[in-house]
């Protein structure tokens, strides 16, 4: 189930959205009044996307977009709005937004498409992570890496049976695999 943050200062487009979307049972939709309301509680709990209306009081949808950016936070992010400037849509997708909605017209269809744009950028978000990610995961597999040569180290150190010797020369064999395809062994 993919979880959604949707974030609208008026609570019947709220209402609408949210039954659509949760009527096959793919999306649980988490509704808020105000990007404030949204950021706090994007800092209690976890969401897999968020949509937000543009015109909304105190902090608008492109404020809101900004302020989780900020935070380095690559949520996907959707603006659904009655605004259809060309001015807003370049903002918004300049701003880091995945897409842009603009409401109006035939609900079934306005609906269908958000939910296939939210589909669309959870799974991108899942098949492409952002290079920080990379290297954080990158530096942690190292690490744990090293780690193992340092106990198989330890351990022919104890001393190893002629039992134990096929199973530590296949375990260092595969390090050492691992850390050339790291660019960490020579």
Do not use: W
């Amino acid at each position: 189930m993919i979880s959604v943050l949707l974030v609208d200062d008026e609570p019947v487009i709220l209402d609408i959205a949210r039954a659509f979307l949760e009527r096959h049972g793919e999306f649980s939709v988490t509704t808020v009044l105000s990007a404030e309301e949204g950021l706090a509680l994007l800092n209690e709990r976890g969401f897999d996307a968020v949509v937000s209306d543009y015109e909304m009081p105190v902090m608008n949808g492109l404020g809101f977009l900004r302020a989780i950016r900020e935070k380095g936070d690559h949520i996907p992010f959707i603006i659904f709005t009655g605004r259809g400037r060309e001015d807003v849509v370049i903002e918004a997708l300049n701003a880091g937004a995945d897409y842009y909605i603009q409401k109006g017209g035939d609900p079934r269809a306005q609906f269908t498409e958000l939910a296939y744009k939210i589909r669309e950028s959870v799974r991108k978000k899942k098949e492409v992570q952002p290079p920080a990610e990379h290297d954080t995961i990158r530096s942690k597999i190292i690490g744990h890496l090293h780690a193992l040569e340092t106990q198989i180290s330890m351990l022919k150190a104890a001393g190893v049976t002629p039992s134990q010797e096929p199973l530590i020369r296949e375990c260092d064999s595969h390090i050492r695999d691992l850390l050339m395809l790291f660019g960490e062994h020579k």
